[in-house]
């Protein structure tokens, strides 16, 4: 009985100045999404909450959260927790319940969510273990299906980064496709229906249960990781 979910929730997480906003935005431009700023989000407008008619009568209104196939949340470790909680049984259950003003109901809410966020001091401190170094609850990492950083300093990447920037001020600034071309390469990916083989899977199975084991012996140096992953 149980249900396997397809959509895939990431979070980008890592220094300023990284792009992570820039991602997140280009990437609401390329399919039908909402982009939400975390830090002005509160959970019943992501969600579902009640909202007061002009005439005094409230009535249920659902947020981007049910509404959306794909959702990009900025700012995620701005959010205030009570707001952010909003978005565990989205992740997990893929459903929505309201119990407010005597109604009591749960709508279906099956969003890909696209996170970003900063470390917990601006910028990561590699003296510190992981989880010190994420501002938010070790609850909600986990309900992230991949988790990318974006720490390293590389000064020939930064390098790619200043001549970018440099150049779109001196319009000189040329895309390397067009953004119709990539948008019909994501959708003819989207197309595609894989299956999983026995041999694949048996080796997703052993990756996992040898990372459960790494993390077991060095706990501090990991983001914790459940069944969920699997």
């Not at 009535?59 to 009570?82: N, T, W, Y």
């Not at 010190?132 to 390098?159: A, H, M, Q, W, Y």
Request: glycine share 6%.
């Amino acid at each position: 009985g149980n249900i396997r979910r397809d959509q895939i929730h990431l979070l980008l997480i890592g220094n300023p100045s990284k792009a992570k906003s820039e991602l997140l935005k280009a990437t609401n431009e390329l399919v039908e999404s909402s982009y939400i700023n975390g830090k002005m989000a509160s959970g019943a407008g992501m969600a579902y909450g009640m909202v007061k008619l002009p005439n005094g009568t409230s009535v249920a209104q659902v947020g981007p959260l049910g509404l959306s196939r794909f959702v990009q949340i900025d700012e995620l470790d701005k959010m205030r927790i009570e707001d952010r909680g909003s978005l565990l049984e989205v992740m997990e259950q893929q459903s929505i319940s309201l119990t407010k003003a005597g109604i009591h109901s749960s709508i279906p809410a099956k969003p890909s969510i696209l996170a970003a966020a900063n470390p917990k001091f601006s910028t990561w401190d590699t003296e510190l273990d992981i989880l010190k170094n994420i501002n938010f609850e070790s609850f909600l990492l986990t309900r992230f299906d991949l988790i990318i950083g974006l720490i390293t300093e590389d000064p020939v990447n930064d390098g790619f980064v200043y001549d970018h920037i440099i150049s779109g001020a001196l319009g000189e600034h040329k895309t390397i496709f067009e953004k119709s071309l990539l948008i019909k390469y994501i959708n003819l990916c989207r197309m595609n229906t894989p299956t999983l083989s026995k041999e694949a899977g048996r080796k997703i199975s052993d990756f996992f249960k040898k990372i459960k084991n790494e993390i077991q012996i060095n706990n501090n140096e990991y983001v914790p990781i459940e069944t969920r992953q699997l």
